[in-house]
């Protein structure tokens, strides 16, 4: 590649031979976006050297202690687990159809964008085409299938349309442009009926839209809307609730910021990176979020679950991207997210947050070109 020259800048501009693309934010003000609109591009984006970051405590190893363990743990970005050391997604390039394994930069540490760089190097597209569970259920995300609402398949994520960093490292994110989401219609040990369950995610902050559903949870089995409380989900925008963004439940049928519509402790929440948490249990459900480059979690709504879904009737598919009757118009970032069997406590939950600001989630990329 010839000589090495080291550059750090920020995604608030753009530099030649990329794409900024607008964002949107609070009162109209614009944003850029980094994009990669050449993938050969990518040969030349080479992640500093280094073994990656790891932490003592990484969010399932937190709930697995708290006795609420997780039952998927997923992340383009970092190991959820401090003993992890497998792969976190698999990519697909254009150019010969061939696969390849994305780990990570040391065990419980960050991804390895080097190795999509390398792999992805003379393709046009790289697409991601699975996104591995850490958790010992197996619950590995693929692309969604067609449902009852969108019949067609979804599309894979371009796999370097959300470059961020850790600890100065580069990693990517799970862009979301309409048309895409992944799923598992037969997934293992997540909580059906009425069984407590906690999920959180972590989303770019200033991409969403009013359009369903970009999810990340608990759906029905078989892609198809099956009625109110067939699924309960994490929501990232502004569908029903305008101004936005909030983080909101989608129970099916229904996106709620609490027990009722007009819910006023669920408020807009404006950061570069947002942690969405939703919990449930018997008669109660809570909605909780922040900005992920802080240890502040707020609670926007915890008490009875709107009416008509006072009793879930959870099916355990898990989606990502899309509804559960994969309605795929909606769009955002998704970085990591974990669901667990159980309702996590107070203290468990500002934990996970904690784990999360640790993480050091920031748009400044530093790279070697």
């Not at 892609?223 to 109110?228: A, E, T, V, Y």
């Not at 910021?257 to 008669?283: C, D, R, W, Y």
Request: glycine share 12%; net charge neutral.
């Amino acid at each position: 590649l010839g000589q090495l020259q080291e550059i750090v800048f920020s995604t608030s501009g753009s530099k030649p031979g990329k794409q900024a693309s607008k964002t949107k934010t609070m009162g109209g003000r614009a944003r850029r976006r980094l994009s990669l609109v050449d993938p050969l591009a990518a040969m030349l984006l080479l992640v500093c050297s280094g073994s990656g970051i790891s932490a003592a405590r990484l969010p399932c190893d937190i709930f697995d202690e708290a006795k609420t363990p997780c039952v998927a743990a997923h992340s383009m970005v970092r190991a959820l687990y401090s003993s992890y050391s497998g792969s976190l997604y698999q990519l697909k390039r254009s150019f010969d159809n061939c696969t390849q394994d994305i780990g990570l930069m040391s065990s419980g540490g960050i991804a390895n964008a080097k190795a999509q760089a390398a792999f992805c190097a003379n393709s046009t597209e790289c697409i991601v085409t699975i996104i591995y569970d850490q958790s010992p259920s197996g619950n590995h995300l693929s692309i969604a299938p067609g449902g009852g609402e969108v019949h067609q398949p979804c599309k894979g994520v371009d796999a370097f349309r959300a470059p961020i960093s850790m600890h100065g490292h580069m990693v990517f994110g799970a862009f979301f442009a309409g048309g895409m989401g992944y799923r598992n219609n037969s997934a293992r040990n997540v909580p059906t009926g009425d069984m407590a369950e906690t999920m959180y995610m972590v989303v770019d902050g200033q991409h969403y839209d009013r359009l369903c559903c970009f999810d990340y949870g608990n759906a029905e089995t078989d892609s198809i809307d099956h009625g109110r409380g067939t699924m309960e989900a994490v929501y990232w925008g502004i569908r029903g609730m305008d101004p936005g963004p909030r983080v909101q439940a989608d129970l099916e049928n229904g996106m709620w910021p609490g027990q009722s519509k007009n819910t006023t402790s669920n408020v807009e929440i404006h950061a570069e990176f947002v942690t969405a948490m939703l919990k449930g249990k018997a008669g109660q459900f809570a909605i909780k979020g922040g900005d992920a480059q802080t240890r502040h979690l707020k609670t926007m709504f915890e008490g009875p679950r709107p009416g008509g879904y006072h009793t879930m009737k959870k099916q355990g598919a898990i989606i990502l991207g899309t509804g559960g009757d994969n309605s795929n118009w909606g769009v955002g970032t998704w970085f990591e997210g974990a669901i667990v069997s159980g309702y996590s406590s107070d203290e468990v939950d500002n934990e996970i947050q904690a784990s999360i600001a640790d993480a050091r989630y920031s748009r400044d990329l530093l790279l070697m070109v």
